[in-house]
């Protein structure tokens, strides 16, 4: 009796296991994190066999966009307050929210040995433009801001700030030489645990609050096995070697 | 309605973007369109064609070629750079030059439109009067030409008001410098700040109507188009 239990149960999760195959989960990024989130998705479906379609943004946009009914399965924020807003007016499922990376600053320049004495070229104030993204929008800019404060340069540097929507922007001003540094998301200029262009230097975690970035589960996906698999996944070990390797802790 | 400082500031940069490029235009769609209505060289397409280029080309595209053009390593920024100007992204003046080209179309079109329209006969009879070309143009063309003007100058301030992709991507969003409205009304959105998103979007709304309104009432009674 007890064998035939077990039988009919491998069964059913092996017939699972092929209809998951065909499972797709539609996911929406935070900017910052587009770059490890293609690997993981990589790993992911490779893995699994399930497919996973990526849309990345500033939070705040994605926020709006799942708010007014996008497609979304999940939302993998650059902060805790959307995620949790989420939660509280029913879009998100109660309780699914984790934080999946914490995010390190990083003062960048495009050019190799600019920024090698780290926040000295700050001070020496002979750069043309700062770009960092949007403190109003972006957890990157608010802690851009804070550590400015920080260094006590936020006054002299402040006429040079531009802002970019969201940290990708960010990047690409100082990226097309528009703007000689910026502040942005180490995950953006780290690839295999090194800086891979440029120079940049990494700002310590205690001048400013900790960039922990939490992911939440959406009603509309509740009942997806692909995107339930994605958000176990993670949490694992393999998604945890590739966050680090692109310069995010985790918890 | 109450509107924070920082809306009104963005109000009136608009306002003045526009009115700059506005003015810009004029003075240098108007050989543009000129030249157009009047030639038979065969440069006439493809250049027709170029001046149409940014009703197609998608703002995404025309801003990160503007970025890349006016930055360091472009063309525009080593020449202005030389010329002790700076670089122009970041900076009132390169969303000026990034809507001059926007615009372009809005400008130039209805006024080549409106000198096709006079044909050649006022100017041939001007000419037997013995006017000069620079007379014939500034006392025969250009008055029969008047209402295109207007068409293309209410088209190319409110297309230039409307701007938002291409100033996203070459305006780094300053306070004051280079943050328009559209930009603003994007800010609160992300922000959740979907009041002051309305309030400033209702402004639009009703200014973009008003000026629609006022062009379309108007035109009927312009009988030289």
Known sequence: ?251 | MVLSATDIDAILLTLRLASVTTLILFISGTPIAWWLSRTRSRWKGPIGAVVALPLVLPPSVLGFYLLVAMGPNGPVGQLTQSLGLGLLPFTFWGLVVGSVFYSLPFMVQPVQNAFEAIGRRPLEVAATLRASPLDRFFTVALPLALPGFVTAGILTFAHTVGEFGVVLMIGGNIPGVTRVASVQIYDHVEALEYGDAHRLAAILLVFSFLVLLALYSWRPNAKST
Request: charged fraction near 20%; proline fraction near 4%; charge should be negative.
């Open chain 1, 1 to 251: 009796m007890r064998s035939i239990a077990h039988l009919a149960l491998t069964l059913a999760l092996g017939g699972a296991a092929v209809i998951a195959q065909a499972d797709e989960a539609q996911v929406a990024v935070a900017a910052n994190f587009t770059a490890p989130m293609k690997e993981i998705i990589a790993a992911f479906e490779q893995e699994t066999g399930h497919e996973v379609k990526a849309s990345s943004g500033s939070t705040g946009k994605l926020y709006a966009q799942i708010k007014n009914g996008a497609p979304f399965e999940a939302l993998l924020a650059a902060d805790q307050k959307r995620p949790e807003l989420l939660e509280e007016e029913g879009v998100g499922v109660a309780s699914s929210r984790f934080t999946y990376a914490i995010g390190s600053l990083v003062l960048w320049s495009a050019d190799a040995g600019a920024v090698d004495d780290g926040p000295a070229v700050l001070e020496a104030n002979g750069f043309n433009k700062l770009s960092i993204a949007n403190p109003k929008l972006a957890p990157y800019g608010e802690a851009a801001m804070e550590t400015l404060d920080a260094l006590g340069l936020k006054e002299a540097v402040e006429p040079k700030l531009v802002m970019g929507e969201n940290i990708a922007q960010a990047i690409q001003f100082v990226d097309t030489g528009n703007a000689d540094l910026g502040f942005v998301a180490l995950s953006q200029v780290m690839q295999g645990g090194q800086i891979t262009k440029g120079s940049g230097w990494v700002v310590p975690g205690d001048m400013h609050a900790p960039i922990r970035q939490d992911a939440v589960l959406l009603k509309r996906g509740a009942d997806n096995p692909a995107v339930n698999a994605l958000m176990t996944y993670l949490k694992g070990d393999k998604a945890h070697a590739i966050i680090h390797s692109f310069g995010y802790e985790t918890e």
